[in-house]
């Protein structure tokens, strides 16, 4: 199938995706209110095969040191498949299934499959890497942008991490953690038991990012959107607590988006 932009439909929800724009949600309408950033780089954008940054764009794996491309110098950021054309492999009125073949720059060679699942009233987005040759790190993530004000209403957001992982001068984990410190954020958190953060637009909606993992990247520098990203390890986690994908073994992720008027 083709990689032409999709639209999704489950009561008066609506999401847009662009498969040919890094397998991307590009728009998620609730009652006719858009939640996410417009515009070609923001919406909701894949992380993998790693998420955040890489220091100085180099990983090992084993005695080989792999070296990524610069895009945000001095660091490598957020995976390569954002800047490829994903492929829809199943598409139904309120489910579609995209797939990405991993290529260099990334050594190795994979494939990731992404099915966004629509209800009435949730977003589930599921990730798997998978590989039928030799073994490789990965990570998977998702970075939405929420706009931060929907009609005239600004965001809250809500969450109670473990920790907060003290972030260097070169925005990258130090190996120390905090407790949850003032925003604004660009931060790392720990969620063992999964991540759990609300975002409420009060008077209009409640939104609630889940997902089975345990790390969770806060950003919300920016006047126009806050991102809430649940991945499987930490920004340069390549590095400090690499996942394996394996031929027997491949790397999945899951989250949900769940919402409520108010």
Known sequence: ????????????????????NGG?????????????RQGERFGCFPMVPWC???????????????????????????????????RTARLTADEAVLTYDLVEPW???????????????????TMSVETYESSFPAQIGWHPWFNRTLRGSDVQLDFAPAWQEERGDDHLPTGKRTDRRPGPWDDCFGMPGGVDV??????????????PEEWVVVYDEQEAAVCVEPQTGPPDGL??????????EPLEATTTWSWRRL
């Open 24 to 36: 991307r949600v590009s728009g998620l309408r609730v009652g006719g209110v858009e939640l996410l």
């Open 198 to 211: 609300t975002l409420t637009w009060p008077g209009l909606l409640e939104l609630k990012v889940t997902s």
């Open 107 to 125: 050594p190795y060679s994979g494939r990731v499959t992404q099915v966004v699942a629509l209800t009435p009233d949730s977003l589930t987005l």
């Open 239 to 248: 590095n400090t607590l690499p996942r394996l994908v394996t031929p027997l």
């Open 1 to 20: 199938m083709s990689n032409e932009d999709i639209t999704l439909t489950a009561g008066d929800a609506e999401v847009a995706l662009q498969p040919g």
């Open 52 to 86: 955040g940054r890489i220091r100085d764009g180099r990983f090992r794996d084993g005695a080989t040191l792999q070296q990524m491309p610069l895009n945000a110098p001095p660091h490598a950021i957020h995976g390569t498949a954002r800047d490829g054309a994903w």
